[in-house]
């Protein structure tokens, strides 16, 4: 790899393309945590958004109005209001009321960190776009299938876990894919709580070696192969799971 290295090196002297990440050990290890920051992250509010998702749709089916309401209010509120604003609000207005705790050092410090309450803003902006993905699938499902099950004996929790959902999931996961592709795209703006993720370490190494234009290309490219990669395994999930004379 050393070759390798000493061709990026190379690059910039005689053509002045500087690709540090390349060779500069320092420059590639904080590229690669970034990276992995990244995915972290994305990860973390992936799985939270689908879990809220579907705590969510389960209670607009309920009977007890006012969770129906909660989960209206709670829509409203996510979808209607900017990401940034909410990944602020969460950071400095929520994250500034909690008592502080003494560090090693004996410095106060914050209860949770910039990566916390990014999963947290981001996951609940993913699920409460993910609540009316899964709302839709379900009222997609066939009335048959329901009253079928009903005819079985089956109680409305059992219908709801055992036959709405999963077929509710099938029929969701064309706009679930893009959902959660926005989701893995909004977690750049981590960036603006300090969060140490791909953007934010590339404009460190931008700012300590000028290399603003070929540190831009690169991050983009980062986030098309990430956002690509699971763009990939979303579709061979779809056909995976894809029912015969649905969406064909």
Avoid at 20 to 34: I, Q, T
Avoid at 164 to 185: E, Q, T
Wanted: net charge positive.
């Amino acid at each position: 790899m050393e070759t390798v290295w000493e061709w990026f090196r190379w690059l910039d002297k005689a053509h002045g393309i500087d690709l540090s990440v390349f060779y500069d050990a320092g420059d590639r290890h904080r590229f690669l945590m970034g990276f992995l920051t990244t995915i972290l992250l994305s990860m973390t509010c992936l799985v939270s958004s689908l879990a809220i998702g579907f705590i969510g749709a389960w209670a607009q089916q309920s009977r007890f109005r006012p969770a129906r309401l909660a989960v209206g209010a709670f829509i409203q509120f996510f979808r209607n209001t900017p990401p940034l604003v909410q990944l602020y609000f969460f950071y400095f207005a929520i994250g500034g009321m909690l008592p502080k705790l003494a560090d090693a050092s004996g410095m106060a410090s914050p209860m949770f960190g910039s990566f916390f309450w990014a999963a947290v803003s981001l996951s609940l902006f993913g699920g409460a776009f993910n609540i009316e993905i899964f709302r839709a699938g379900i009222e997609a499902v066939p009335r048959a299938t329901i009253e079928a099950a009903e005819s079985l004996g089956f109680s409305k929790g059992q219908i709801f876990r055992l036959v709405a959902f999963p077929l509710a999931l099938r029929f969701s996961l064309r706009a679930l894919n893009n959902n959660m592709v926005n989701l893995v795209k909004t977690t750049s703006l981590a960036y603006a709580i300090g969060v140490p993720e791909l953007l934010y370490v590339s404009a460190q190494i931008w700012s300590d070696q000028l290399n603003t234009r070929e540190m831009m290309t690169l991050l983009l490219f980062s986030y098309v192969g990430l956002v690509g990669a699971m763009v990939w395994g979303m579709h061979r999930l779809e056909r995976a799971l894809r029912m015969p004379g649905y969406g064909q």
